[in-house]
């Protein structure tokens, strides 16, 4: 029939659970593995910076001094290569998205 | 499996002449690209039936007058303007000649130029004790 | 009288921006001038700052929707130069990865050119139906529409054999609403009032200008990159989608119908599949020229890969399928009506930033 092809499509949505999530009241649930953002386990870290020079994006810079780790989270693409990389095994790919930052070039320290 | 490539020379002056053969003989084109060697080269890809074909030019430099093939295969002229624009290949009777203006690029002819040269490693300072293992 | 009218760079219809410069004699169009180059980023230059193996990454991004394809015919031009053998399992998640992206593509596209013909709801029933494809992306890769699981060498992650059979199914459960929606594509009356007949490309004229892709294909021209036998594609058992009327609707129906050959190669792989190791390890470093051709959901894309034996690569040319589309393009728009041209422009599937890269 050519007239009124949608109804079916239309009729299965009317009745069936939507397709959308009431966000922000329920929450979205990210899927185990879904690359989020970056995180370090700052006490294991020994500062090698092996991670700021794989990096593709230059997000991240790392003190041997003053032994201080620092993302730039609106550099990161989330590639996962630092975590690759890491002889320490220290950082770790999460679920979800890093907060906003109020201006760009703004970095998130991690003091060991 | 490894897809056969095939690379023939050829020159400026006879470019028309060989791209109007691979058309009588039913090839599409694929693409035209130039890359910055010493000089500069220009492939013209030609396909039929996944059998691709490949005519390179060889330049000394980019003010080197090239006959456009917009007149064999119209669809060129998009090709033929990039290369002007982001190498300055002198290009001529262009079919439709942006003069320039096909991309809006802050610099003329920035792929001409050459890659600085390869950049010092970024300093590490590698203290006693610690291993540092590149990679 | 003639009168020109400018149509973009913005404009409601164009998800990018491409200028297209109309010369109207009355309500027909007589002439196109086409002028693109808004976004132009210079991402083939970037070869000579990244190193080869980070520049995945990069290729990845030249699109934001055929991501994977993109970044899976560097990893194939670069492994051919070096001539590192990937490893069969690691062909197979690449093949299951890009037929996945064609799905979501051309869902992607059917909703585009629904919202084009302001079918709205038709357009949202598209896009909620992709939105699934892309759970199933970022379950299996991490990301929605940059995988970023293809290195050179093999890939990234691995999808277990249980989970890959698991898609398989989804899919053909998928399938059953593709084809309630495929349905009010081919055969709404309103529809097709809009497609049937619109842009006719004859066959010699397709070839002639060089299209490539779904817009090949529905003139009648069975050529399809994956018949190159690259990734898995060589032990798989399929063949090109055509059509024969070369009007937007067979474009349309090209599309769709290759929405169902794709969900049945990820079947195929997920019985096909072998064991083994996911990549191998590369030493060494890329030299002499090499063209790498894949079939993108848009068309054939080309990556020339010259390289010097330093780890910068001396030149990496990137042919996109738009770009090979915009003649055939101009083409079918002359002498189409002016109310036709935003569908017209969406029927070649175009995607600007990766025409410009
Ligand atoms: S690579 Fe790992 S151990 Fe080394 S500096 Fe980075 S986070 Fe620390
Ligand atoms: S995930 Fe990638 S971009 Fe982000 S910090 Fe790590 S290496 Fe850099």
Not at chain 3, 58 to 74: K, L, Q
């Amino acid at each position: 029939m050519p007239f009124f092809t949608i109804s079916k499509t239309i009729l299965r949505s009317l009745f069936g659970r939507p397709a959308t999530l009431m966000y922000p009241a329920v929450p979205r649930e990210y899927v185990e593995g879904s690359r989020g953002h970056i995180e370090i386990a700052v006490e294991s870290c020994s500062f090698c910076s092996l991670c700021q020079r794989k990096c593709p994006t230059e997000a991240l810079s790392v003190d041997r001094e003053t032994k201080i780790w620092k993302i730039d989270r609106l550099r990161c693409i989330a590639c996962n290569f630092c975590a690759e990389a890491c002889p320490k095994k220290c950082l770790s790919m999460a679920t979800g998205y890093s907060p906003a930052v109020t201006s760009p070039g703004e970095t998130e320290e991690h003091h060991a | 499996m490894i897809e056969s490539q095939d690379f023939r020379e050829t020159t400026p002056e006879r470019l028309i002449g060989e791209v109007q053969g691979m058309r009588d003989a039913g090839y599409r084109l694929v693409q035209i690209g130039a890359t910055r060697t010493e000089g500069f080269e220009i492939n013209y890809s030609f396909d039929r039936n996944l059998e691709f074909v490949n005519f390179k030019i060889r330049l000394a430099d980019n003010t080197e007058a090239i006959p456009s093939i917009s007149g064999v295969y119209w669809s060129a002229f998009l090709y033929e303007n990039e290369l002007h624009d982001l190498f300055g290949l002198n290009i001529k009777n262009i079919h439709i000649d942006y003069q320039g203006h096909f991309y809006r690029v802050a610099r003329p002819a920035a792929f001409a130029e050459k890659p600085p040269p390869p950049k010092i490693k970024r300093a590490v300072k590698p203290t006693a004790g610690t291993e540092v293992k590149e990679t | 009288m003639r009168t020109i009218i400018p149509f973009g760079p913005q404009h409601p219809v164009l998800p990018e921006p491409i200028h297209l410069d109309l010369v109207v004699e009355d309500e027909t169009v007589v002439d196109v001038i086409p002028s693109i180059g808004f976004i132009h980023r210079g991402l083939e230059k970037l070869v000579e700052k990244k190193d080869f193996q980070e520049f995945v990454y990069v290729a990845e991004r030249i699109c934001g929707i055929c991501s994977f394809i993109h970044g899976m015919t560097y990893c194939h031009g670069v492994e051919q130069l070096m001539k590192i053998e990937v490893p069969p399992r690691a062909h197979y998640l690449r093949t299951v990865w890009s037929e996945l992206s064609r799905i979501h593509s051309h869902l992607l596209w059917l909703g585009l050119i629904a919202d084009a013909f302001g079918f709205e709801s038709l357009f949202m029933h598209s896009w909620r139906l992709r939105e699934k494809v892309l759970d199933i992306i970022e379950a299996t890769t991490g990301g929605r529409v940059i995988f970023g699981s293809c290195k050179i060498g093999g890939v990234r992650r691995d999808i277990e054999n249980g989970t890959l059979r698991e898609i398989a199914a989804k899919l053909r459960d998928y399938a059953v609403e593709y084809k309630d929606l495929g349905n009010v594509f081919l055969n709404d009356l309103t529809v097709k009032r809009r497609l049937c007949g619109v842009g006719v490309l004859s066959g010699p004229d397709a070839l002639g200008l060089g299209s490539v892709g779904p817009m090949l294909r529905a003139s009648g021209v069975a050529q399809d990159m994956r018949l190159l036998k690259y990734a898995a594609y060589g032990g798989i058992d399929f063949a090109p989608v055509t059509a024969e009327e070369g009007d937007s609707y067979a474009r349309c129906a090209v599309r769709i119908g290759e929405i169902f050959q794709s969900v049945e190669i990820i079947r195929q792989c997920s019985e096909k599949i072998p064991g083994g190791a996911i990549e191998i390890k590369v030493t060494g470093l890329p030299e002499g020229e090499f063209y790498a051709r894949t079939e993108q959901p848009r068309g054939e894309v080309i990556y020339y890969i010259k390289a010097n034996g330093t780890k910068n690569l001396e030149r990496l040319r990137v042919r996109t399928p738009t770009f090979a589309n915009i003649p055939p393009m101009l083409k079918i728009m002359t002498g189409c009506q002016l109310a036709d041209v935003p569908v017209l422009v969406l029927t070649i599937d175009p995607c600007i930033s990766c025409t410009e890269r």
